[in-house]
């Protein structure tokens, strides 16, 4: 059984940090794609950041360039999403995603039918 298990959120103070984790079980995610995916109260999905498996290539949205780091750890099987200087704007529900093959703009918009698994999420609150 394929799981992606979310663990890290909580709850910061502007300006902090946080790790998050993404435990990845039951296949050979080598040519995936894993992404990190936010969602706020009453907004959409969008997409945070994502990794290549195999070549550790990564890509960042602009709203989180310069203060995120996505990162994979081969041997944990693990992907991590560095978070530093927090913005109560970065609140929100934090969801790993697992795509095999290129991502599609689809995919970059956040539609789940475009991921082939997803984890159950984490919460991210950052207070003023």
């Known amino acids: 059984q394929v799981q992606l298990v979310e663990s890290g959120g909580g709850l910061v103070q502007a300006g902090g940090s946080l790790r998050l984790s993404c435990a990845a079980s039951?296949?050979?995610?080598?040519?995936?794609?894993m992404g990190w995916f936010r969602q706020a109260p009453g907004k959409e999905r969008e997409f945070v950041a994502a990794?290549?498996?195999?070549?550790?290539?990564?890509y960042l949205a602009d709203a989180v360039k310069g203060r995120f780091t996505i990162s994979r750890d081969n041997a944990k099987n693990t992907v991590y999403l560095q978070m530093n200087s927090l913005k109560p704007e970065d609140t929100a529900v934090y969801y790993c995603?697992?795509?095999?093959?290129?991502?599609?703009?689809?995919?970059?918009?956040?539609?789940?039918?475009?991921?082939?698994?997803w984890g159950q999420g984490t919460q991210v609150t950052v207070s003023s």
């Open positions: 995603a697992a795509r095999k093959g290129p991502p599609n703009s689809s995919w970059y918009r956040g539609y789940s039918t475009e991921s082939d698994y």
């Open positions: 039951g296949r050979t995610f080598s040519n995936y794609y």
């Open positions: 990794v290549t498996w195999s070549s550790g290539s990564t």
